[in-house]
T-cell receptor, first 111, second 116 residues
Framework: QQPVQSPQAVILREGEDAVINCSSSKALYSVHWYRQKHGEAPVFLMILLKGGEQKGHEKISASFNEKKQQSSLYLTASQLSYSGTYFCGTEPAGSWGKLQFGAGTQVVVTP | NAGVTQTPKFQVLKTGQSMTLQCAQDMNHEYMSWYRQDPGMGLRLIHYSVGAGITDQGEVPNGYNVSRSTTEDFPLRLLSAAPSQTSVYFC???????????????FGNGTRLTVT
């Protein structure tokens, strides 16, 4: 079962912050985050493992709440280059290697 | 360093035809997978492999076959193409199991398939 992402889309002005959420109905081994620009392949941002450890990539960070099976991606002081579609991928416990992605969150950063 | 190479980039098939989408990686990655991407549905896992000789089904395996005879190659076969298989297909690979900080997915550039 695919993880659920919210919101579906968000429009930001440069410098604003945003949060993208990803939730699963199953216990998880790991959560991945990727960004895809139009017409291109998804590009890796970060991986989070069980333990709630927060990771960071530039001014983008993420957290993983293992008990709630939820992950959040934080876009801080957004830049024009942050525009794209963000996908979370989850690997359910008991389904080793079966990385499933959410429907994506479209982010548009305007000047 | 080519990374993950998918061929062809574009393909048009008629209903009922069969074809193979090729995927090759030169990073000695054990894990490989195939996804299809449709508008509003994100990336859906078709099949994946955790090593040569080992494959397993993802979320949407019907109508597709895979095999993994070598570490480098992971072809996806469409047995009898249907319009519902019109999509963009991505192949991805990873160093090891995806529950590791060493295991980001590396994606190919995709194959855009149209079935008429």
């Amino acid at each position: 079962q695919q993880p659920v992402q919210s919101p579906q889309a968000v429009i930001l002005r440069e410098g604003e912050d945003a949060v993208i959420n990803c939730s699963s109905s199953k216990a998880l081994y790991s959560v991945h985050w990727y960004r895809q620009k139009h017409g291109e392949a998804p590009v890796f941002l970060m991986i989070l493992l069980k333990g709630g450890e927060q990771k960071g990539h530039e001014k983008i960070s993420a957290s993983f709440n293992e008990k709630k099976q939820q992950s959040s991606l934080y876009l801080t002081a957004s830049q024009l280059s942050y525009s794209g579609t963000y996908f979370c991928g989850t690997e359910p416990a008991g389904s080793w290697g079966k990385l499933q992605f959410g429907a994506g969150t479209q982010v548009v950063v305007t000047p | 360093n080519a990374g993950v190479t998918q061929t062809p980039k574009f393909q048009v098939l008629k209903t009922g035809q069969s074809m193979t989408l090729q995927c090759a990686q030169d990073m000695n990655h054990e894990y490989m997978s195939w996804y299809r991407q449709d508008p509003g549905m994100g990336l859906r896992l078709i099949h994946y492999s955790v090593g040569a000789g080992i494959t397993d089904q993802g979320e949407v395996p019907n109508g597709y076959n895979v095999s993994r005879s070598t570490t480098e190659d992971f072809p996806l076969r469409l047995l009898s193409a249907a319009p519902s298989q019109t999509s963009v297909y991505f192949c991805a690979s990873s160093y090891q199991d995806v529950s590791s900080y060493n295991s980001p997915l590396h994606f190919g550039n995709g194959t855009r398939l149209t079935v008429t």
